[in-house]
């Protein structure tokens, strides 16, 4: 009896541990090479054989959650939003699984819960079919989160579900201990079931919610991208209209500074250096080789400028091509928007100022944004927030969201009265 006891207590730990490692592999990225995550995978397997020899529960329950989720934090990188959602429904999975396959064995022997995972033969029993179960199930959620993009929503509504699947495993763990026989294992496996498929339906509500956030985000960035062009427009259009009254002039001009070459030959000058400044106006603004960044950048320079903002920019010409326009407008429109609002802030206009580098370097586009501000951060979190009042301050989170979509690197800091953003994006 001992054999078989000490036999089920590895053999379930093992298989979980080896189902969770091949799953984290698909769902997130390691923060190491993958093969050194299988000692702490091995580690981790003896650890809970250890715990199930204990025969307690709710402590296995307790220990499964938080070793879950350290072992993740630990070997993986991953959107909080994801180790959320994710590890509360594998470890609500592994406990359906367990639950259903002692529910089966109560079902069969018409024996209660707790006799079922204190008699050996019928734990081990419970222990095999709970097996098969896993398998199903690691397929179940590969197909399922593999193809699920909850980038778009919310942090409470991720957290919502978690505390729905938290809530449903404390009301089957309840119920499991009260079960007294056969016709109860029923019951389980119905109430089982029911969880089951509500939680896919709220896993597809949830798809469907990211997908529509994920529309809006991309409307707004489409607008804004319709915005600038319009101003990019209406901007060359008057530029057009000066020409034309200038060139309609220019024979009137000519024939003034030859009258005055010959009179007053330093006025001369002078009328030539304002027709000079007149024509420059006409064509001054950024230009490269991308004619959407050419565009924002020009609109956002002349708009800083206008706030009497010194710009200085040190921008390598690069085509972006590896980038759709809608993202270009996202990180760039939001970078100068929010530089120039937080330089706005500033009482002292001597003060107000914005750096911005970008260039190509072994491979990786680097994009540094400095602007000065008037010292007053609001966070939530690790989250900036904007101080705009009544303003959702969603800017910050499209630029590193559409990083994240690229698998760059965003990072914010700030010291005294220096905002500094720094993203760097491999160009593939």
Not at 22 to 38: H, P
Not at 182 to 210: P, R
């Amino acid at each position: 009896m001992e054999v078989l006891e000490i036999f089920r207590a590895m053999l379930l730990p093992a298989a979980i541990s080896w189902m969770l490692f091949l799953l984290f592999g698909r769902l997130y990225e390691y923060r190491c090479r993958a093969f050194t995550a299988l000692p702490v995978f091995l580690l981790w397997t003896c650890l809970t054989a250890a715990i199930n020899t204990i025969g307690n529960p709710f402590l296995n329950l307790v220990y499964t959650a938080l070793s879950i989720n350290l072992v993740n934090v630990i070997l993986y990188k991953a959107d909080r939003k994801k180790r959320l959602l994710y590890n509360n429904l594998i470890l609500f999975i592994l406990f359906f699984c367990d639950t259903a396959a002692v529910s089966l064995w109560m079902i069969i022997q018409n024996n209660s819960f707790s006799y079922i995972i204190h008699d050996g033969i019928s734990k081990l029993s419970a222990s095999l079919f709970e097996l098969v179960f896993l398998f199903l199930a690691y397929q179940i959620l590969l197909h399922t989160l593999c193809h699920v993009n909850i980038s778009g929503t919310r942090i409470k509504q991720v957290f919502f579900l978690g505390m729905i699947l938290l809530f449903e495993i404390l009301s089957l763990g309840i119920y499991a201990v009260k079960s007294s026989s056969g016709d109860d294992g029923i019951a389980m496996a119905g109430i089982l079931l029911c969880f089951f498929l509500l939680n896919m339906a709220f896993l597809g509500f949830l798809k469907e919610i990211s997908e529509l956030c994920q529309y809006k985000y991309e409307l707004s960035l489409a607008k804004k991208q319709n915005e600038l062009q319009l101003a990019h427009y209406q901007e060359i259009n008057r530029n057009y209209q000066d020409s034309k009254r200038i060139i309609h002039d220019i024979k009137k001009h000519l024939a003034a500074i030859l009258e005055l070459q010959n009179e007053d030959r330093k006025r001369a000058e002078t009328y030539c250096g304002l027709i000079r400044e007149q024509v420059d106006g006409l064509f001054y603004g950024f230009q490269c080789r991308n004619e959407l960044l050419s565009i924002i950048m020009g609109q956002k320079i002349s708009l800083a400028e206008n706030c009497r903002i010194q710009v200085e920019t040190e921008i390598e010409d690069l085509s972006l091509e590896f980038m759709s326009d809608i993202d270009i407008t996202g990180i760039f429109a939001n970078l100068w928007d929010n530089a120039i609002e937080a330089c706005r802030k500033s009482e002292h206009e001597n003060s107000r100022w914005i750096r911005m580098q970008m260039k190509k370097q072994q491979g990786f586009l680097l994009i540094c944004m400095e602007n000065s501000f008037h010292g007053a951060i609001k966070k939530s979190g690790r989250q900036f927030l904007s101080t705009k009042e009544g303003h959702e301050g969603i800017g910050i989170d499209i630029i590193q969201n559409t990083v994240e979509k690229y698998d760059g690197v965003f990072a914010a800091s700030y010291m005294e009265e220096t905002f500094q953003v720094r993203i760097t994006i491999p160009m593939k």
